[in-house]
């Protein structure tokens, strides 16, 4: 079944990302085969995958810093391998740590950024000022790079990769790491970049954080994409929502399950909870008649709510296993090669 969900694409100046068929291979593992990917100008779009599916492999192929060994790409309708240097203008790549020196400070790091990227030196000085309040780090400015935490680190990573405000931002599991309050203030700031006008593309193993983040979700596995659309429309694909009753009193389970079946014409289920009803939901408006004809035979429910299917069971459902599963195997792959 192909769970991808067509949709018209724009002209090719709307592209910030276009990659077809993408290959990349080490010795005899297929590391990324045939990895296809339109990512539309100021967006989010979300990589979403386990360690070793092939995604930063990916990343680094549009990003020029691993040649393809099939497939093209291209930038903003500049190729990748012919045109690398004007590709490499209108990027910025995060990933790795961000520092020139352990022992000097987080504003003489992005000063020196700043000045290798040819900007003077007030200019520099006022950048490297501006990037640390927006990121949170203005009291830790003075601080050595080598007394930073994890997440102060990203943060830093962030900002250096945006001193020349690129239009194009690959993000490679940005988060990965980091504590609930530092990841959310990430993506408060990954938002604003997109609201300011650049476009992202983000690799992640979170499936919450593809859900929040991005316009767009590619679902890859084993260097292939498996499926490609919103959340929703991804969610859509493999069923859909589902209802969750809990009757009062134990003695009305039996009517209630008639009840739901009668009113929503589907097979409700029984589950191992005590007088608790499931059944599948394709139209959530049927929701109020069921209500009333529930109030109307007497029965008093305890707990009501309809759920979409989340991430994990899309991806369930299309690789056979979940995120989570593949999270621990493998992470030596060829996706961890640096170049």
Known sequence: MDYRVNSKQPNNGDWAVEAEGLVKIFGDNRAVDGVDMHVKAGTIYGVLGPNGAGKTTTIRMLATLLRADAGSARIFGHDVVKESQIVRQLIGVTGQYASVDESLSATENLIIFSR???????????????????????????RPLKNFSGGMRRRLDLAASLIAQPPLIFLDEPTTGLDPRTRSQMWDTIRRLVNTGSTVLLTTQYLEEADQLADRIAVIDRGRVVAEGTGDELKQSVGTSSLHLRVENQSDIENARQTVEQVLKVQATLTSEAAKITAPMANADLITDLLIALREKGITLSEVSVQKPTLDEVFLTITGHGVEDEKTKDTNRAEAVTV
């Open 116 to 142: 290798l990227l040819g900007l003077g030196r007030a200019e520099s000085k006022k950048k490297a000022a501006e990037l640390l309040e927006e990121f949170g780090l203005t009291e830790a400015a003075k």
